[in-house]
């Protein structure tokens, strides 16, 4: 079996000037100068070689690593971070003596001085000229500044959802210590079933990390109001594939249904035990992106009339909607039972239109 | 009377509930109000609608507002901004603009826009008296010059 021969830093049999040396000469100044530590190992998973900065991240030299004569796991992985010892027959990286090129991973490593640090490494195999295996080369990155931004990131993430959650519930109590006397019940009653139903949308959101919302969510959770409600079979249709909305397409549409219900509880579909709602959507090619088409329709409610006096709920559907999205809305009085139809294009912010002003996309 | 009645004002604001607010409030104030709650409606509108102020969020979901203030200076249009984050919430290339703190509070929008009706720079050399020293400031600079990027 090949070992690398492990007085290849210095090669006092060529001679200066010869292609190998200057060949060797460069191979030097690259590695010693990479900033991403370099172990070469033999078949047997030691260290045979090393560059400057694995030398530094390690706090090991390489002659001392040479010196110990074991596998390099022994050295630098030897330890679990809860202090268990780290037997090579468990380590990753070990059994992952890769068959193939780059194969990738994250370990934490134990320094000389005692302290684990995280790394992220990368392990390709060497092969000698019958294409056997007969060594590794692992680049190795110490991601401690990685783990803290995501860490943050998380405890950001964390804080944001509990502020809003804390400025609703902040808002909800200052409305209801100012109107307190000053404002009938219903108004008071309405006013609570908005800030659920925003509040709810805000669950959605959180469980993605605000990055989107799946549409499905949304209209679940806008027609099933209470936290922990299954949506009644008996009385909703939900018919359409899922997808994901962006933050501020499943506000808005959660709010606009949150309306629509609260229409149908009061006057509509849903004021009578034999009413029924459908919510169907389609999602239709619309540019380079998609369009939603989704369709509220009520059946088995009282006769409507349509209503004397727009309302907030008329004004988010038919007015804010199509103008916040570039999209329609259509909401129909029908005798039968309200019918609204929503045209909501879905792009890749779910706000487009920046894009084609400025070129300059979000921060 | 509140000295606003009757201008024509551009609101541009992104958030449904929020734009409505912003929109009663400048109804209530006398005010014909153009909504736009998309960046490429409100750059349209600055550019060619009959306006005479404008109030712009600063942050416009994925984008900000700037190329509306950029239309809007060319045309020597007065505006504020407004915005939740504070003064430090505005590229410095436009820290003369006066700023309206969010939460809307109609007091607080009433003296700004008044502010930008009654504002008037003297006359420097032969540059033209324009109705707000902020968007004064801005033509002389020109709009090329005050873009951050």
């Keep these: 079996m090949q070992t690398f021969d492990t007085t290849t830093t ?7 000037g010869s292609q190998l040396y200057e060949t060797e000469r460069r191979l030097n100044a690259v590695l010693n100068n990479a900033s991403v530590a370099i172990f070469l190992m033999d078949d047997r998973q030691h260290c045979v070689y090393m560059n400057r900065a694995a030398e530094l991240l390690t706090g090991f030299s390489l002659t001392e690593v040479l010196t110990r ?3 390099l796991h022994d050295i630098v992985h030897h330890t679990y ?35 684990f640090y995280p790394v992220g490494f990368t392990a390709s195999p060497i092969r000698d000229d019958e294409a056997r295996i007969i060594g590794t080369i692992i680049e190795v990155r110490d991601i401690t500044e990685e783990k803290a931004a995501a860490e943050r990131q998380r405890l950001l993430t964390n804080e944001l959802n509990h502020r ?15 109107f307190k006397g000053k404002t009938d019940g219903v108004a008071r009653q309405t006013f609570d079933a908005r800030m659920v139903a925003l509040s709810n949308t805000h669950n959605v959101l959180t469980a993605e990390n605000w990055e989107s919302a799946s549409l499905r969510s949304v209209v679940e959770g806008a027609v099933a109001p209470h936290a922990l409600a299954e949506v009644d079979t008996a009385r909703f249709d939900l018919v359409g594939p899922d997808t994901r909305l962006h933050p501020k397409v499943a506000v808005t549409l959660a709010m606009a249904l949150h309306e629509l219900m609260t229409n149908a509880a009061k006057y509509g579909a ?4 034999e009413g029924r709602v459908g919510v169907s959507w389609t999602l239709e090619p619309e540019g380079s992106g998609e369009r939603l088409d ?17 309302g907030f709920g008329s004004r988010l559907i038919e007015r804010q909607l199509p103008l916040e999205f570039d999209g329609g809305a259509d909401l129909t009085f029908a005798p039968t039972g309200v019918i609204c139809r929503l045209r909501i294009p879905l792009t890749a912010l779910g706000w487009h239109g920046q894009e084609r002003v400025t070129g300059r996309v979000a921060r | 009377m509140s000295g606003l009645q009757g201008r024509r004002v551009l609101l541009v604001e992104d958030e449904s509930l929020v734009a409505m607010l912003g929109e009663d409030m400048l109804l209530d104030l006398g005010c014909e109000v153009e909504v736009a709650m998309r960046l490429d409606k409100a750059v349209a509108l600055a550019r060619g609608a009959d306006l005479d102020m404008a109030i712009l ?93």
């Design chain 1, 10 to 16: 210095t090669l006092p049999t060529l001679r200066r």
């Design chain 1, 69 to 71: 004569d074991c596998p």
């Design chain 1, 81 to 115: 971070p809860d202090g268990r010892p780290f037997p090579l027959a468990e380590c990753a990286i070990d059994r992952a003596f890769p068959e193939n090129n780059q194969e990738r991973g994250e370990e934490v490593f134990v320094h000389k001085d005692g302290h």
């Design chain 1, 164 to 178: 809003v959650k804390n400025t609703l519930a902040t808002v909800q109590s200052i409305a209801a210590q100012t």
């Design chain 1, 270 to 273: 849903l004021s009578v035990p």
């Design chain 1, 294 to 310: 989704l369709v509220w329709t009520e059946t088995g409610g009282p006769p409507v009339a349509p209503p004397t006096r727009r």
């Design chain 2, 57 to 149: 969020d600063v942050n416009l979901g994925d984008t900000c507002s700037y190329p509306v203030a950029d239309a809007l200076f060319e045309r020597g249009i007065p505006f504020i901004f407004a915005t939740g984050y504070g003064l430090s919430g505005i590229e410095p290339a436009y820290n003369a603009i006066p700023v309206m703190q969010k939460p809307y509070q109609v007091a607080q929008m009433e003296r700004l826009l008044r502010h930008l009706l009654t504002c008037k720079t003297p006359p420097k050399g032969n540059m033209p008296s324009l109705p707000c020293g902020c968007s004064f400031w801005a033509k002389i600079v020109g709009p090329h010059q005050i873009r951050a990027d």
